[in-house]
């Protein structure tokens, strides 16, 4: 069945480079599959639109932009600016108007206000069908604070950690007090921004510091130092699981998008029962949070052979060499197949 799907991307979060990218190959991959796919920008939306809005389902390549990642986060300052209207509407001229015209929306939003689960909400009051989980866990699964606490009740294992608010100035002292080797992080962040990992006391005063850019709670986690894997869960099964490798040591913003930043391959080295294990640490949190159709959960393999979970993305990249596509790969199903898959299992969904 021919469908017609807005790919929502962009916004305004720091992942809004990842989140275009994301997009456009999932916007060309539905359009390849058949269907009357179209980009929309969340924040920029879509200006000088012709009369009969629905023609933009046939518009020639989906109106997917030029779109890369850079080493930096985007200007966000700049994007606001570039829109014409200037409101401070979050939803772009006419990016509503479209969805309600669709069969679905798919979300290839990362980060603030689409993986924090508000334009989900927005999609339920308006009865406009979309990919991927509610409102609800969207937004308990964003915050890295509610996610350990959801963790600890459920008996899943992840490393120490506390919640703290401060003032800058009182950054000397902590980083006085703190346990080292520790890891800071904003509670709401994404593509590792807003991750510091200091290896001394006068960095983790300067990762205090800089934490608090990103909002007024920041994160403290007890470093496990180990091999990095991610699990995605597609339905109810577990997609084979990848091993990241930096090629400079930490895996950042530019490590994951930068070519030759990072490989990911498959896990090597560890049992089929390791490997069951690290499967169903993921479904028990994805389950355990109310996630749906898809997700990723980050893991830490210790010396003694220990799984220690570090968090759950509601919304994982989508770029065809995100992590998720490269699972399903080796599950052997196709990107174009792995897009098509999402879009099913979300029409089956019972929305409110």
């Not at 001229?93 to 990362?110: K, R, S, T």
């Amino acid at each position: 069945m021919v469908l017609k799907i807005v790919v929502l991307a962009g916004g305004l979060s720091t992942e809004r480079a990842v989140s275009l990218v994301t997009g456009v190959g999932v916007c060309r991959a539905l359009r390849e599959n058949g269907h009357r796919a179209v980009l929309a920008d969340l924040y920029l939306g879509l200006e000088d639109v012709p009369e009969d809005l629905e023609s933009l389902f046939d518009a020639p390549d989906g109106l997917c932009p030029e779109a890369r990642i850079d080493a930096e986060a985007p200007d966000l300052e700049a994007v606001r600016k570039s829109r014409r209207d200037q409101s401070a509407r979050v939803f772009g001229p006419n990016v509503l108007e479209l969805c309600q015209l669709a069969d679905v929306v798919f979300v290839g939003l990362h980060g603030q206000d689409g993986e924090d689960g508000r334009v989900q909400a927005a999609f339920d009051l308006l009865g406009i069908p979309y990919t991927g989980s509610g409102y609800l866990a969207a937004g308990v699964s964003m915050s890295k604070a509610m996610t350990k606490r959801v963790m600890d009740a459920e008996g899943l294992p992840t490393p120490e950690w506390k919640l703290l608010q401060y003032k800058a100035e009182d950054a000397p002292k902590l980083a006085a007090e703190l346990p080292m080797p520790c890891v800071v992080k904003t509670p709401a962040g994404g593509s590792s921004l807003g991750v510091f990992l200091p290896e001394d006391r006068k960095a983790l005063e300067d990762a205090l510091v800089k934490a608090l850019e990103f909002g007024p709670e920041v994160l403290i986690e007890k470093r496990i130092y180990g091999r990095e894997l991610t699990v995605g869960v597609l339905g109810d099964k577990a997609l084979p699981p990848l091993e990241v490798l930096p090629a400079g040591g930490e895996f950042d913003y530019a490590a994951k998008y930068q070519a030759g930043g990072a490989q990911e391959v498959l896990v090597e080295g560890i049992t089929e029962e390791q490997q069951k294990e690290m499967g169903e640490l993921a479904l028990r949190l994805h389950r355990a949070l109310g996630m749906e159709v898809y997700s990723r959960t980050d893991f830490i393999l210790d010396s003694d052979g220990k799984f220690w979970i570090l968090e759950l993305n509601s919304l994982p990249g989508m770029t065809p060499g995100s992590l998720v596509p490269k699972m399903a790969k080796a599950a052997g199903m196709s990107y174009n197949q792995l897009c098509e898959e999402i879009i099913t299992q979300s029409l089956a969904l019972k929305r409110r």
